[in-house]
């Protein structure tokens, strides 16, 4: 190639890299559905608190942050509460690391490593199992503490769960960042790799996407009884290049992402046991939805059912046979993109229809859910669809 000829090419390559960059420099992803959310209080009575289940903290061996780092990056984020799940320890407990702090509820809770894969042990006040233990021994240690299990990672493409499912799981992790990462398609990762650079957020946005098998494994099971999905953030701050260790993804980046919205019976009242008893009874009895925040303030939606003999809200258990009209509200939104909402019944879609606000009947028995998707742009100008919110399911059993 003569000279003339690599400085042609050269002058053609980065013209290539300023197009891409103005053009991803240009998504703005941030907001994209706008709304004016609903605050901390509903008309209903309920109030929702906001925050993240499972993050790490320096007392991971993999992970970097003190918990006083975390929780003030929360609160920058006004987030109500954050579960802190170290790797097979709650030393934090022991050195009185939970607490409120500022505005927001830290609680500590365990990431277990299991020989059939992870649980999260939430509720807990203490942690003595063995890595070599059965998992028998978590569950026994946990319900014994009156806490409750969470499956991780279920069907990471890397470590899935490769056991049975015990009755003393109550839920499981829909949505968990690092899997997202682990198991986007390569050229979301590539897109993310040269995203990142100019415009973090739209590479992040760009990793996610609706996790099919878990949804699936969590609908099979919640067909036949109360299974909670939550959202997992799953934070680590841990990036190891040779020998030396970097904070990235950045907390502060990853926290505001996705948020699991709690639907409380009374706003956080300052004291430390009662608050935290109010987050452990929403997250069990599933009285929460899932949403990437970073969309849009998802504060506001409701799933909710009534029948003559009474009623509920996600999470909640009615009586099948009998008639019962469902709700789905959405959040008060302004300036609405494409919107579609899909309401689910043991993980088949009965309908989908294009309202913020709307009503269906049903009698028939199993777990009603609703799932919310919005059309938002990509580097190509088509846009691409995603999921902005998860309910949990009503069940009618």
Known sequence: ?????????????????????????????KGIIKGRGRGNGDPSGFHE???????????????????????RVAGEHKLDFMIVTDHNNTDAIRDGKEGIYDRTLVLTGVESTRPEGYLLGLGIADYRTARADPTETFLSEVAGQGGFAVMAHARNSHWPWKGSIDARMAGIEIVDFADQIYDASLASKAMAALSFPVNRLYAY??????????????????????????FASDIHQNLKIFKKRYKFPKAKDLMPFALNHLICPSKPSGDFQGDRETVYTAIRSGHLFMAV????????????????SGHGIMGDVLRAGEKTLFTVTLPDIECPRKLRVDVYRDGKKLFSRPAR?????????????????????????????????????????
């Open 49 to 71: 608190y906001v925050g993240l289940i499972h993050l790490h903290s320096e007392y991971s061996g993999d992970a970097q942050g003190s918990y006083a780092e975390l929780a």
């Open 1 to 29: 190639m003569s000279i003339h000829g690599s400085w042609y090419f050269y002058i053609v390559v980065l013209a290539c890299i300023l197009v891409f960059d103005a053009r991803i420099v240009s998504l703005r992803v």
């Open 357 to 397: 606000s709307f009503q269906f009947q049903s009698a028939l028995p199993g777990a009603y859910r609703v799932e919310v998707a919005a059309n938002i742009p990509n580097f190509w100008g088509s846009g691409r669809e995603v999921t902005w919110i998860y309910s949990n399911p009503i069940h009618l059993f």
């Open 293 to 308: 925040d970073l969309l849009g303030d998802a504060r506001g939606f409701m799933f909710s059912a009534r029948q003559d």
């Open 205 to 230: 946005l760009s990793l996610y996407h609706r996790p099919h098998s878990v949804i699936a494994l969590w609908d099979a099971v919640s067909a036949q009884r109360p299974f909670v999905g939550i």
